[in-house]
């Protein structure tokens, strides 16, 4: 009977240190970064291929080579000389490498017959591959003097 005691004293300490989750959340497995639960991975069930990315091409239509332009103000700026006028072509390609390969399949771009050189007292030129409006006014008077001839040379 002693031994009967021993070992009901023994159980019954065993029996309250037996822990039961009260939520079934409570012993669910957490990353170690401690996020909340996202791995980062997501999963698309769509099977659509992307959206074909809309492409524009411009053409710029350069009168002469690149060269220094001088401001009044004694700043330089290294820039080819354009027309007002641009072509631009408008296309779709599935990805950057059918953008590539519709560019060097595009129609070279056709000169207008009569092209606009000055307007509203500004030239454009063409710096770092993007147009840039500069005010006549600005310009020395060596380059004011050579867009006057250029434009005297152009087609009315």
Not at 1 to 22: D, E, G, W, Y
Not at 139 to 150: A, I, P
Request: aromatic share 4%.
């Amino acid at each position: 009977m002693k031994a009967l005691l021993i070992l009901l004293a023994m159980a019954a300490p065993l029996s309250a240190q037996v822990v039961l989750p009260t939520t079934g959340k409570k012993f669910d497995t957490r990353p170690i970064n401690g996020s909340a639960g996202s791995n980062g991975v997501n999963v698309n069930a769509s099977t659509k291929p992307p959206p074909p990315t809309k492409t524009k091409l411009t053409s710029y239509f350069i009168l002469g080579d690149a060269r220094q332009w001088k401001s009044t103000d004694g700043k330089s700026l290294l820039g080819a000389i354009i027309t007002f006028e641009e072509a631009v072509i408008e296309f779709e390609a599935a990805n950057p490498a059918a953008a590539r390969e519709a560019v060097q399949k595009a129609p070279p771009a056709k000169m207008p017959d009569k092209p606009t050189l000055i307007r509203d007292g500004k030239i454009r030129l063409l710096v770092n591959k993007k147009p840039v409006e500069v005010p006549l006014e600005r310009l020395s008077e060596e380059d004011r003097k050579y867009v006057q001839d250029l434009n005297a040379r152009l087609p009315k």
